[in-house]
């Protein structure tokens, strides 16, 4: 889809918003629907603690947070701390990740994530974006998921398809590049909803706004929306 401009737009039924928004009004009117909308949005990877979300975030590049789901608890149970990650041979840690996809790739980037966290970082996760961001197989948006949902972190946004699919159609920004994504976000939005604002745009866009086939007619967003059909 073509990039979005900072549009207005206007749908005249009863109770919908009446002449042009700019951006940071969608912004505010999205803080104050979207909480209602989805009051219980939440990162649905299952975990119990900072390295098992870690691992579950490497794991769910390119693959489905159910199918992540039904993988790790097995995962969890062969290793629990950072240096059963660096000790499992890539062979058996294949074995366990195979069904989420590019098995071969994050098994290797587990296994070097767990000699990290044991060589830099004394067998902790960091809390830091850049600490985070600089360990193997993990970038800005793992980092951000992490700190977010197992540190309460606000630190950045995490710029997932959905969220910006999201961000385009609901004309927050005019990019496709996630990290100008994220940089339009973090200016329309306070700190301090970061962390929950992508968990409600990920639930709106799996439940709503799909890529293929959003559903404009049920939405709830869609009197100030600039792209509803």
Request: charged share 25%.
């Amino acid at each position: 889809m073509g990039a979005i401009g900072d549009c207005g737009f206007t749908l005249r039924e009863e109770g919908a918003i009446d002449g042009p928004m700019n951006r940071k009004e969608r912004a505010g009117e999205l803080l104050k629907r979207l909480p209602g909308i989805y009051p219980g949005a939440h990162c649905e990877l299952d975990f119990s603690n900072p390295l098992e979300l870690l691992v579950a975030t490497i794991l769910s590049a390119q693959c489905t947070d159910k199918r992540v789901n039904l993988t790790t608890p097995a995962v969890f149970a062969r290793c629990k701390t950072p240096q059963d990650y660096a000790a499992i041979s890539q062979e058996e840690m294949e074995s366990l990740v195979r069904s989420t996809g590019f098995y071969r790739n994050k098994a290797k980037n587990i296994r070097a994530m767990g000699a990290a966290l044991v060589e830099r970082h004394g067998g902790k996760v960091p809390e830091t974006l850049e600490e985070l961001a600089a360990l193997p197989g993990v970038g800005r948006k793992t980092a951000n998921v992490v700190l977010g949902n197992a540190f309460s972190i606000n630190e950045g946004v995490v710029v997932d398809t959905h969220v910006g699919r999201l961000a385009q159609r609901l004309g927050l920004t005019k990019f496709s590049d996630p990290v100008r994504i994220e940089k339009d976000l973090i200016k329309l939005f306070p700190r301090d909803t970061w962390t929950d604002l992508s968990h409600w745009l990920i639930f709106h866009g799996r439940r709503r706004c799909a890529a293929r086939k959003p559903d404009c007619g049920g939405c709830e967003l869609r009197d100030f929306c600039p792209s509803v059909k």
